[in-house]
Each structure stands twice: as structure tokens, then as C-alpha cells.
């Protein structure tokens, strides 16, 4: 058994040592060993693949439920998703270093707020391997040290990307102690992430990102005497208001719930308001998609034979192909709903009235709202942002798909001639 206390020390004592030369590092120097990186990731399709075959065949022993075994597998082309990702982190604009905002006092002192590093970030995930990529890559564009800790269901997968990223960034002069990843699936190493924060004399990480289900982060959350930045269910709703266009609602509608069932930006609840003229067709092209559709009781009285949903439906973050729907007595009851019921990740609204979308986007507290668009667009990569490190839910720090400048802080710098407050 790995003796997790020096492992974890030692681990964030080298962390801490990269970190201080990454905040410096050219930003030239990182997108080259980034690009590398990338490179090296395509490089080790085969070796990646055959990771992923050893566990996912141990995931379907061990009974993983299908959304979990979609988020575990790699192909071809998500290989190369993740390997391109890799490559447009590279290309986006260096946060490290810029002026968030000047001014000059009365006494000629001239302030500046400047954008630095975080330091030392903990990342523990379960499931998708390729957040061993996006991970390493972000951390260190934004001057980073990353310590990944990954699922035991994904260990093949994740050691094999990390060797890739590692390879690249280590030809092109950055440290291998800037992006670690822990070497052992004991649980304990997670308790030793979260209590990091140095007062036992060992090196600390600065933050924690979880990015699982509610187990992990409910521990997380409980036992962490780091920093924690948030990522949780993703309870998404679409509201289809009256003046919705048909073939716009269905299209959206269709698209957020089953384009991929088992992401966080996946609708789980579809209020239909009781002015729209289609409900049927809207629940016909779900069922048509192969949704299994649970109504509330509005919805029943109107088509029956569905399967009924319950009060914990409404709660309920599925990723699978499952929607509860219901009909809604206009945008005053939407909103209420979706303030009850909502995670605070991603929720929508299609109408044709713009004063009515105005108002849903106003007053719909989460970190993503949108207006005529699936909900499937909750991802750091269609914001712009190249690869995400999660989407925050909370309200402090970061909110919404985490990026580049998400994982960094600033400082205070001032420059005087000489003042002195006497």
C-alpha cells in the first residue's frame, strides 16, 4: 500500500517549485510545449486506445451505468479532439500578465491590477480522461502546476495520456513536475488533496477543482480545507414560451436532450407553456428520438400514457435518455419553477418574444442562460475558450465553463516616484 503522506508532500513540493518558473515562462515558450504536447497525443493514438480497451472492459465488469461508460470511452476521433483541444489552448491569448484595470492616485502613485497565476492546482475527476489533457494543458497556458487525481475506472486511460502530455511539455523545456498525476487509486489520496493547505509542513495546492458526481463532490465540499471551485449537476431546463417557432422548438428541444445524454449541459426538464400550440409534437419528437419522456401531471391530462414523473424526477440529473416534462402556466411560473428545481448550471428559453426572453435571461440565476439554443452549448470549447476545466456553478471566483482565466488571480502592483504617507 502507497504511503500517501510523503507521496502527497513530496508531489506538491515539486508542484510548487514548477509553479514558480511557470508564472514566468514566456508565453511563446508554453504554446510551443503545448503544441507538443498535442502532437505527442496523436502520436500515442494506439498506446492511448489500448488503455482505454483494458478499461473499459473492467468498467462494464464492474457494472458502470452507460453514462458513465460513454464519459470512460475513447476513440479515434476523441483522441483527436482531445490532441487538437491540446493544440488550440496553445493558440489562445496568454491571460498571465494582463492589466485588468490601472489609475493613478492623487499623489502621483500609479495602481495596476494584474492577472497571475493561481500556483498549484488540484484536479480530481472521475470518468473522462481526456480532463487528463484539458487539465494539464490550461493549467499550464495559465502558469500552473496541476496535480491530477483521476477515477480508478479510468487509470489505464489517464497514465497513457499523461505520458503523452508529459513527453511534449518535457522536449520543449517545461518541468514533468508541472503536470503530476497522482499514481495511485487509493481513496485516501483524495483525503490528502483536500487537506493540502500546508500547515502540516508539506507543500499546498492553492485550489481544488472536483468534477464527478454528487458523491465526490458532497466529500469535497465537506472535508476540504482548500479552496474549492465547483462543478456540479447539471439540472438543465428548456422552456418553450407560446410564441415559440415549431420547428425551432423541436430542433432545440431534441438536440439538448439527446445529441449526448450523458454531458452536463444535457436537458433533463422541458416546460412547455399551456399558450404553446404543439406539446404533442414536442413530446413526439423526444419519444421519436428515442427519449423516454416522464410527465407531470398537466402533461398526463393531455397525453395520456405516459410514464408518470415523480417529485424527485424534477431533481433529477439523468444522463441518459430520460426527460421530465410538464406544461407550465406562463414565464412568471417557468421562472419560479426553474429557481426550485434548477442546479444554477445552464437553462434556456425559445420564444419568438423577445421582451419575454429578456426577462427569462435576466432573471434565471445561473452561470449559463441562453435564448434559442440547445443547452448542449455548456461547453468551454463553443464559448471560445479552447478546452474547459469545468463548468462552475457557484458564484465566486469563476462561473460558467472554467478556462484560462479561470484559473488565474491577480495582484496589486504599484509604481511610485518617491511618495511617502508621512
Known sequence: MTDIAPLLADMTNRARAAARIL??????????ALR????????AEAEILAA????MARAGEAGLSAALLDRLKLDAKRVAGMADGVAAVAGLADPVGAVIDESVRPNGLRLRRVRVPIGVIGIIYESRPNVTADAAALAVMAGNAVILRGGSEAIESNRAIH???VAGLVAEGISADAAQLVPTTDRAAVGAMLTADGSNGAGAIDLIVPRGGKG???????????????????INHIYVHASADRAMAQAIVVDAKMRRTGVCGAMETLLI???????????????????????????HALIPGLVPASDADWDTEYLEAIASVDLIDGIDAALAFVARHSSHHTDAIVAADEAVAQRFLAEVDSAIVLWNASTQFADGGEFGLGAEIGIATGRLHARGPVALEGLTTYKWVGYGSGQVRG
Do not use: F, I, M, W
Not at 482505454?52 to 478499461?55: E, G, Q, R, S, W
Not at 465540499?221 to 456540479?232: G, M
Open 52 to 55: 482505454n480497451a483494458t478499461d
Open 163 to 165: 505520458a503523452a502530455v
Open 273 to 299: 407553456d399551456q399558450a404553446y400550440p404543439d406539446p404533442a409534437g414536442l413530446v413526439a419528437a423526444l419519444s421519436a428520438a428515442g427519449c423516454e419522456v416522464r410527465g407531470g401531471c398537466a402533461l
Open 216 to 234: 465526490l463532490v458532497a466529500r469535497v465540499q465537506a472535508e476540504a480545507r482548500v479552496p474549492v471551485l465547483a462543478h456540479l449537476d447539471g
Open 23 to 32: 508564472a514566468t515562462t514566456p508565453t511563446a515558450a508554453k504554446a510551443r
Open 36 to 43: 507538443a504536447a498535442a502532437q505527442a497525443l496523436h502520436d
